[in-house]
T-cell receptor
């Protein structure tokens, strides 16, 4: 079945550092890929998405590129801020599984000033 | 943006009692609502999908008699954990979507602790 694997955290960075959170997936067919962010005390919010190979999703300085050849969707940001501290979830959905979301375990990001 | 609320945000109950968790869409009509369960340091696992006015569809391995889901209106779904036991302790998260859009909007979650 479909599954998502993302790097374990917590990831601790200084402000303005470069961020990468790795995400790889296993899926049949052509899934859509997502990154969600959960700030403390809030619900998950969609950060960005990509629906086909080589698509790049971007939002708030974050980017991720759908790489079918490596089945990856790594999240990157060039310069993190303290306000980016949150939990980040990689997820996928595919028509073969009724478009249900399948999540990775989540990665805690802590940014220090 | 679309807002989904959950109530309560945390609850502690005794083993054998039932607990009801509410999920509300505050500014849109949620034709479909989803209930997830999250264990510490683990993924969100989909428990069930409910469409307004019809019975919920449960994922494999989820006991429908233990986790009762009601989606009686376009803005409210409830999850009742019946005869709760300590192994039901978890973080329960709901999400909701409108008919026309694929995006799910998530509630903040409910922490259930069964003593």
């Amino acid at each position: 079945g479909n599954s998502v694997t993302q790097m374990e955290g917590p990831v601790t960075l200084s402000e303005e550092a470069f961020l990468t959170i790795n995400c790889t997936y296993t899926a049949t067919g052509y899934p859509s890929l997502f990154w969600y962010v959960q700030y403390p005390g809030e619900g998950l919010q969609l950060l960005l998405k990509a629906t086909k190979a080589d698509d790049k999703g971007s939002n708030k300085g974050f980017e991720a590129t759908y790489r079918k050849e490596t089945t990856s969707f790594h999240l990157e940001k060039g310069s993190v801020q303290v306000s980016d501290s949150a939990v980040y979830f990689c997820a996928l959905s595919s028509p073969e599984y009724g478009n249900k979301l399948v999540f990775g375990a989540g990665t805690i990001l802590r940014v220090k000033s | 943006g679309a807002v989904v609320s959950q109530h309560p945000s945390w609850v502690i109950c005794k083993s054998g009692t039932s607990v009801k968790i509410e999920c509300r869409s505050l500014d849109f009509q949620a034709t479909t609502m989803f209930w997830y369960r999250q264990f510490p340091k683990q993924s969100l696992m989909l428990m069930a999908t409910s469409n307004e006015g019809s019975k919920a569809t449960y994922e494999q391995g989820v006991e429908k008699d233990k986790f009762l889901i009601n989606h009686a209106s376009l803005t409210l779904s409830t999850l009742t954990v019946t005869s709760a036991h300590p192994e039901d302790s978890s973080f329960y998260i709901c999400s909701a979507k409108e008919y026309w859009y694929n995006e799910q909007f998530f509630g903040p979650g409910t922490r259930l602790t069964v003593l």
